[in-house]
């Protein structure tokens, strides 16, 4: 944790992770977050190298174009370093590490960013993401082909399209200039938090907490609160009348990896067992995350990525088709077996002209469809019929079977001639 009155950070293993590969850097001007990625064995260091050789770009500038200049500068130089260290140390290879850091200079914010860790602008109660995520998904989100919704389910999600690390010497920083204003107040975090808490929540927190330390770790507690499954990192400043310096100057402070010594050494990342009141609590977040890892930013990549997604999307309407299909062709046998159930029964009643006949079915209908039709019509009327016999026509007799239907039927021919005679 490291803080000042105007500036705070936190960061948090997690209650899944069994290390926690994001730092994070609170200065005097510069303010970092990075999520390391390459397991126990990379992305810590990853994560620190980069963010103690940025932590050197802290200082005054004379223009947020000199401060852009010199962040952008900064993380070229991590990236340099961090494939230096992978040449001296083969069992990194394959690390890296996001980026997103700005540089307070007056009223301006100098900012560079790459990875999928993100940067806020939280102003007059609005939260705004002010970077792009450098993931596959939102390759496939800017293009249309998906929804944020489907994003944050996608099997690529964890896939990151641009990243610090040996795994590209020239890679594409985004930077910006931005105005800054007090009451201002501007969010750096992992996608520990971004993953796991709404923008919504995030906002209302930034709304009501007061305080830069009161409101990261109310942040941070948010994300514990919904399982944490990965490592969850919070930079926030708060922007007041004018720049800090002097006897004001913010304590300088890193957090998460950058905090600890580097270690070299290690095994494979292992995950801590899933407690159960987590599971039962977050039965759906509780869930280990994937592994993000890197993937070049090619044509031919993201196109093969792109198909491969076209087949899934293809496969999902299949399946869905076919369980459809199913579902109606099970309604389907369910009617014909009930309708032929129907027609195994008879019962004796009146037609429209007020004939007695037998129906083949049951009394009931189902709204306009009746489940019975005239089986044989007899030249017995209901009128001749004596009152006993009559009620229980109108009224309807069943019948066990058609020849016990038949019987019932001579039966009342008799008793209307009866009727008749007397």
């Not at 293009?143 to 099997?155: D, F, K, L, N, Q």
């Not at 070299?264 to 039962?280: C, D, Q, V």
């Not at 038949?406 to 021919?413: C, E, G």
Request: net charge negative.
């Amino acid at each position: 944790m490291a803080n000042s009155p105007l500036s705070a950070a936190v960061s948090h293993v997690g209650k899944i992770r069994s290390n926690n590969q994001d730092s994070g850097y609170a200065g005097r001007h510069l303010f970092v977050v990075a999520d390391g990625m390459g397991g126990h064995a990379g992305g810590d260091v990853a994560s620190a190298i980069a963010t103690k050789r940025i932590a050197e770009a802290d200082e005054a500038y004379a223009a947020a174009a000199d401060a852009e200049q010199a962040l952008q500068a900064a993380m070229i130089a991590a990236n340099s370093l961090l494939a230096e260290t992978v040449f001296e140390h083969s069992e990194l290879t394959g690390m890296g590490t996001t980026v997103s850091g700005i540089i307070r200079v007056g009223d301006q914010i100098a900012l560079a960013h790459i990875g999928d860790s993100r940067i806020y602008r939280f102003r007059d109660g609005e939260l705004e993401q002010v970077t792009a995520d450098h993931t596959f998904v939102q390759r496939l989100v800017d293009s249309g082909r998906i929804t944020p919704e489907e994003a944050a389910v996608h099997p690529r999600r964890s896939v990151l399209m641009r990243v610090l690390g040996d795994v590209d010497a020239a890679p594409e920083i985004d930077t910006k200039i931005l105005d800054t204003k007090p009451g201002d107040r501007w969010l750096l975090c992992s996608d520990g938090l971004s993953s796991y808490v709404s923008e919504d929540k995030i906002a209302q927190i930034l709304a009501t907490v007061r305080g830069a330390q009161g409101a990261a770790d109310r942040l941070v507690k948010e994300s514990l609160d919904h399982g944490a499954p990965d490592n969850v990192t919070v930079v926030l400043l708060d922007i007041d009348a004018s720049e800090p310096t002097g006897a004001d100057t913010p304590t300088v402070g890193f957090v998460g990896s950058a905090a600890a010594p580097l270690m070299f050494e290690g095994a494979e990342s292992e995950r801590r067992p899933i407690r159960l009141p987590t599971l039962l609590l977050h039965p759906l977040k509780a869930a280990p995350p994937e592994d993000t890892h890197f993937e070049p930013e090619r044509e031919e990549f993201l196109e093969q990525l792109i198909e491969e997604d076209r087949r899934r999307a293809r496969r999902r309407r299949i399946t869905w088709l076919v369980g459809l299909l199913v579902v109606i062709a099970a309604i389907v046998t369910a009617i014909v077996l009930a309708y032929q159930w129907t027609q195994t029964h008879y019962f004796i009643g009146a037609t429209d002209d007020g004939r007695v006949a037998i129906f083949q079915g049951v009394q009931q209908n189902i709204g306009p469809i009746s489940l019975s039709h005239v089986e044989q019509t007899s030249s017995v009327r209901v009128d001749d019929l004596p009152a006993y016999q009559r009620a229980q026509v109108e009224a309807t007799i069943n019948a066990d079977d058609l020849r016990d239907a038949h019987d019932i039927l001579d039966r009342l021919s008799r008793a209307a001639e009866s009727g008749g005679s007397r």
